[in-house]
């Protein structure tokens, strides 16, 4: 009985962190043009001709007086780069830089955002993906909070089953496991967070700590930026998106399976061990008590049940439901939290297995390896 006590206690614990992130979590709010600043909206971009014209049309729509967009294509095999012209129609705000090739000890992302970096003029620099839709307000929103570095999780729109099912995952991860008042409140690096769909720095605390060229070769470089940022003394705070800054990650289940096993052996410190665990975690709390229950009407194990099985199904059920409703998902998919463990196992040894195959994951066409 001890693994169920195990269990239970994880998830009082999820339930307590999930219930405080509710009620502190910070939300991004409209705001009016305040001190003026430059700023210099980044885009990296690689095969994005589907999405990028909408994606231009709404950052340059943002209700600020002084700012630029800089898109930059990453050797895309599409006409991205076109498409982003076309979209802006002459805006002379919109710059479209062509990528230098990537150099050795580089990955793509971060040599993107290197020369991005190099190329603004803007006081603020934001980092944003090329699917990430803005609000006319996202961008005064942004600048009225005063930090050295603010992250973004942008509301996820999720359609199809697989969207819906590990996307919303998402959310479980940042208002579940991580209070947010310690990334905001605590100086050690353990608590930081981010998200690479929207970065904000100040041109200094970005230099301070290196910018992309310091975390050259990471696969999770929001995050290492984030710890970078908590060593230098700087301040970090991370917003949930509120609908004013939204996404659409993915279409599909092989984009939802291979943009997840992209990063989720990185994002354990590319470490077997650690990934083997997580995901042992997570079969122990959100798919043995359905076992639990369900086998328990035939074979006797133990005095508890069923009333201990339910009671942990519920905890499951809610906990999962916070964070759906936190973060504007379909609450009613929280019920459905064991097939988003089944298919989070899946991705896992997807990733391990490109791990093993190709020394890495792969994503657009590359391998992340160092220098490719």
């Not at 339930?15 to 705001?31: E, H, I």
């Not at 990296?44 to 002084?66: F, G, K, M, S, Y």
């Not at 959310?171 to 353990?190: D, H, N, Q, T």
Request: proline share 4%.
């Amino acid at each position: 009985m001890i693994v169920w006590f195990l269990v239970a206690l994880a998830l009082l614990i999820i339930l307590l962190t999930s219930v405080l992130n509710a009620f502190t979590f910070p939300r991004l709010k409209t705001a009016t043009q305040g001190e003026r600043k430059k700023i210099s909206i980044l885009i990296p971009a690689r095969n994005e001709a589907q999405v990028i014209e909408n994606t231009i049309r709404h950052l340059l729509a943002q209700e600020w007086d002084h700012y630029e967009v800089i898109l930059l294509d990453d050797h895309s095999n599409d006409d991205t780069a076109e498409r982003a012209r076309q979209a802006a129609q002459d805006d002379p705000r919109l710059k479209v830089l062509s990528g230098q090739p990537l150099p050795s000890g580089w990955l793509g992302k971060n040599w993107a955002c290197h020369q991005l970096s190099q190329a603004a003029q803007g006081d603020v620099l934001i980092f944003t993906d090329a699917d990430v839709e803005w609000d006319a307000s996202a961008l005064p929103a942004l600048i009225s909070l005063h930090h050295d570095m603010l992250t973004v999780w942008p509301t996820q729109i999720t359609l199809t089953w697989a969207e819906r099912l590990c996307v919303s995952a998402i959310a479980l991860a940042i208002i579940g496991y991580l209070p947010e008042i310690m990334v905001r409140k605590s100086p050690f690096s353990a608590f930081a967070a981010a998200n690479g769909q929207c970065l904000v720095f100040t041109r200094d605390a970005y230099e301070t700590v290196g910018g992309h060229e310091a975390v050259r070769d990471q696969i999770v470089e929001d995050v290492a930026l984030a710890k970078r940022i908590k060593r230098a003394g700087k301040t970090l705070i991370m917003l949930e998106g509120n609908r004013l800054i939204r996404c659409r990650m993915y279409h599909n289940w092989q984009e939802v399976r291979d943009g997840f096993a992209k990063n989720i052996l990185a994002g354990h410190g590319n470490r077997l061990m650690f990934l083997a665990v997580s995901t042992g975690f997570h079969w122990a709390v959100f798919i043995l008590p359905w076992v639990w229950l369900l086998v328990g009407g035939f074979v006797h194990l133990g005095d508890y049940w069923p009333v201990f099985p339910f009671v942990l199904i519920a905890a499951g059920i809610l906990v999962r439901a916070i964070s759906l409703r936190v973060t504007h998902q379909r609450v009613g998919d929280a019920f459905l939290m064991p097939l988003t463990v089944l298919l989070m196992t899946r991705i896992a040894a997807q990733s391990v297995w490109w791990q093993i195959r190709h020394g890495g994951p792969r994503w657009k066409g590359r391998v992340f390896v160092k220098g490719t």
